[in-house]
């Protein structure tokens, strides 16, 4: 028996991460999520494609989500309450707090806003969470006789795990989302040294390369603070969570140093309630926080004031961090309408815009220009713009980082762009000689998997191998054996030798 | 860990156990790839050492990148050991030092390999692995690491100017950093690449460098201002926003105060030009008050005030035009002054350096007030010049004195003492260059002499004088003969008339010196024979000056000779050549070159001169003056030796030597009047005794008695010195050229009476 892996969502694109895996028989899901550019059947995985779909109860074995974003977790209510999946389900304490916050949100915006047709209910997001188990870090769990799956912290948001899966004697890491540099709130990924078949790695930034993050931040500074020291006012669209945390510490640093008066705003709604959550779940967050958390909590921003719609015109320059992050509605784009037409404001837009909202046009924008709101507003935009190129997805360079400290025997790509992903496939292939594969959607890839046979060996076998021989041209014994003391593996040597032989 | 006791010289064991640690670099315990990383360290380490010099390089590389693999290990511990690691590597080649810092793949590492593993699988490890493995670790999670690496670039900043150059930027990040730890290894790093020249700061840079004076931490503080005080500033703006910074840094933190006056001194000291816009800018705010009080409570005008004083020790600063009353408002300073600039000058010295400045400069501003027409303007500018670094010299020699009174306090050891002050009067001798090329013998005959004294004090005291202080007395003189022939040479030069016979003297005298210098000390290092060699060139290089064509090969084949000594030793020390040694190589090859210009590229000879000036070296302890004494027992005009006239007559020389090895070849030199010179070899093998002191004595020979009744001769010793090619036509005598250990005794001869 091999691995059977098959790409449910994010095959060759990003959204919807969904990967099917077969190990020795047991079947788990690695995430549900949904695409939130269609609204039609595609914006699902689809699970139809799983074997003996009628029942997913019997088929899948678990389901693992690996952090809170829609687009990982977005399907899950679908799935169980719709469905009717009702086995297990594995993510972490934070993903479980958060996850129902972004699904009840996106509930409304879609159903209570747009009048889309309901495609889970409030209730549904409650029993579904329902039959969650939450894991910590590094925490084994035995889901049934043959699978053990275990948490490694992953970066990329709060509450975002890696997840390493051993059925038998095959094993695969599932990266879901994860950042190889730390950020201010957030550590770098952290993950053992395993003994892997497979790693399935998202790939969304498979050809770039970051410059170091202190370049980016002093860039992001400076213009803000010139902005600012000329009197014009910042909006800084983020997503609730993430960014607006790492951006407003950020800040607030640079504030406290500066001794800037310049108040920092958050809009109103889902980011206070967000920085809440940060300030509980700190144990999951970057070294630096657990370490001064005792003395003050860095989400505890004491310059940051709650925004007020009658501030929008209020004279004097000021930093707003308004939701949504691509300026597609709602009060950043309330916002922008107001201060897009002056010089001296100016707007961030963050690194990634999905095309036909208004961030995605402003970043192919040349300044001033004109942008058509909807089908008679449009509004002249003379505010300067600064992309931001701060991003809880790891590079090129940390994906080959992560592959060639897990040295597994295969590895395959999701969460990509076809193009990009042939780059990194190549670059995995040639340089650390490991065989690589990005499977389009709903497509399956087989590889095979470990199988240990037990073989014995003698008691004299054994102790050679632990004393090896070493043979050299001038032999000194006395030397030798004070080298052999000094040598600090000589009793570790046996855990490359192993009472068993490995086979296929 | 391998202990530190044991000797491998066998290179294969040595490379077995390297590759063995490097394959633990990948086991999947912690704990084992941890040590696995300490052991490729040290294996490395040793490798490194045992490989041939051609290879040492390669190898030492290949280690960096191996090392370079673990700072993206996912554990914290191991990345700590790694960049320790790093740290300790003592040469790897810059393209892949600049590797460290970018993430692309440069041409120069595209293609290379090491041998190494770089998965377990892949036994070759290519040179881009090291990619980004430096920013990578200032931009860990945990402080731990960044330090680590902080520390690491310390010492990896030293090997390339370039890689240094692209470090500034993100270490200049780094002092933006949480962690105090980090910040003040950044600080440290950024001393490090300071002392070494290495460090450029921009503009962008200077307000994360001044930041840190405000830092609320004690040592970062402490830390900036040492970084603060090497860096050269380029631009008046980034000067006053350094003296800015430092002014709120003392209102912050009153209890720095004396280290702040210290930096401002001393970086006024370096910057006189700017020093000089800014008191002008602030003169009024150093005046007194109505009330007539100085407003000295004041941090900000002390701060100034410290600044203003500093600005005539400035070298670039001919002029001295720091308003004189400023030295007299400076003097209610004292107190504060004294603490801040115990290094520099004690409190006396101070007082004295203060009450001259302002008294000089009024002198000369009373002048300038009279002097209307131009030429008199132009004698008051030369005069200011000279003011100027006449406060210079003061200062100077206040500060020597200041150097003997602390010794004189101090019980130390004689020899510490004599040593340290003879490094002093050798450091001080450095500063006088300008003041020669300026033409103020006076001052610089009379500086020298009163160093003179205080040396000779110390040598008599002692029992017999050390080399050192020997080796400084002689330099003394040699600058002070240079000098003079420096002040005949520009003379020459304005005048266009004047004996030259005053110079040429002057330089014979100056090179036999040297020659001195040269030959009768052992132990001299690389650095003083180069030194000794320079001065020299520039001997000879005045000796050119007066453009006597008679003996022009003579010097040019000496000049050669000297030159292709000095490029043996830079080649052997890897020592740096000063600007004046290398346009000197230049021309000499010009004029080889060229068959019949050899006279019209006289004048760039001359034109090189310009370039030279005194460089401060260290006087290594061993030095040993090569030293002899001759005397013959009971000997004067009234109790001569008897002689028949015709016959050879033996005279019983008693001889001490000193430091004399027995390799050296040495002569006891017989001369009779000016004509006739007889040489015996003294073979020291015979005499036995150890090299330190031997006493002996000799009989020796004189076989050219004269007809006559009652004659004299005089007994020297001398030393034939081996490398000089120079050849000597005595016949059975020494084959080159000689160098004389004592001054000759006379001994006199009677016609033996029956």
Redesign the interface.
Known sequence: MGIECLVLGAGQEVGKSCVVVTINGKRIMFDCGMHMGYLDHRRYPEFSLIPNSQDFSDSISCIIITHFHLDHVGALPYFTEVCGYSGPIFMTYPTKALAPLMLEDYRKVMVDRRGEEEQFSSEHIVRCLKKVTAVDLKQTVQVDKDIQICAYYAGHVLGAAMFYVKVGNSAVVYTGDYNMTPDRHLGAAQIDRLQLDLVITESTYATTYRDSKYVREREFLKVVHKCVAGGGKVLIPTFALGRAQELCMLLHDYWERMNLQVPIYFSAGLTIQANMYYKILINWTSQKVKDTHATRNAFDFKNVISFDRSLINAPGPCVLFATPGMISGGFSLEVFRHWAPYEENLVTLPGYCVAGTIGHKLMSAKIPTQIQLDEDVQIDVRCQIHQLSFSPHTDAKGIMDLVKFLSPKHVILVHGEKPKMATLKEKIESELGIQCRYPANNETVCIPSTHHVKAGASDAFLQSCLCPNFKFFKTDFERGSDLDDDFPQGDECCSTVQPGEEGR | ???NG?V?E?R??VE??YF??VA?L?????C??C??V??VSQWGQLLVALNPDETKRDWSDALFVQLC?MI???DMEIRVTAFNALGKIQTVSEDILLQTLS??ASAATKQKSYPGQ?????FKV?ATAA??AL??G??????QVRKSACHALKMLTVLSAEFSRGVV??LI??L?D??MVVRLQALETLHCMAMHDYLKVEESHLDMLL?SLMDNNALIRSAARKTVHLTKLQKLAMFRSCIESLIKNLELYPQDEADIFNVLYKIGREHGKFVINIIKEVSQELEPTFDGHLAMNNVRTAALLVLAISAPMSLEQKICSIPPQIFSYAVTLLDRLSCGLADVMDQNTILAYLSHCSRFTFASASENFEGQALDSHLKDIRLWKKSGEICHLFSESMELKKVTSLLHGNLLDPHVKKASFSEAVLRKMVDLWPLIQLGCMNEVIQTLRSWKEELRNYTCASHRPDGASIFALKYLHVIKLIGKAWACYSSLKNLQFKGMGGLEALLIKTERRLKEMLYRFAGLSREENLHILELMLVTYTLKFSYGGTCCLEYYMNRLNFVLSRVEYLRKEGSLELSDFVIELQNISCEIGNSEDGSINKLCLLQKCLNLFSLKHFVLSRELKYLDAEVDVCGNDFQNPLPFISGLPVGIPVDITLYNISSEIRLWLEITLGESLTQFVFLDLHEFGGLNEMRKFTFVAPFYKTPNVKYFSLKVSIAMECMSESHHFKHRNGPKYELVHLCKGREVHLSMAVK
Do not use: Q, W
Request: glycine letters at 4%; a negative charge.
């Open positions: 860990m391998l202990s044991i491998v066998d294969s064991l077995g156990c063995r640690a633990l990948f086991d999947a315990e912690n084992v790839r040590s696995a300490r052991a693999l993206r290990d996912t993430k692309k770089y998965t377990a699988k892949l290519p990619a980004f920013v990578h200032l931009e860990d999670e945990f402080y930027h993100i990040d780094m933006n949480d962690s930041g």
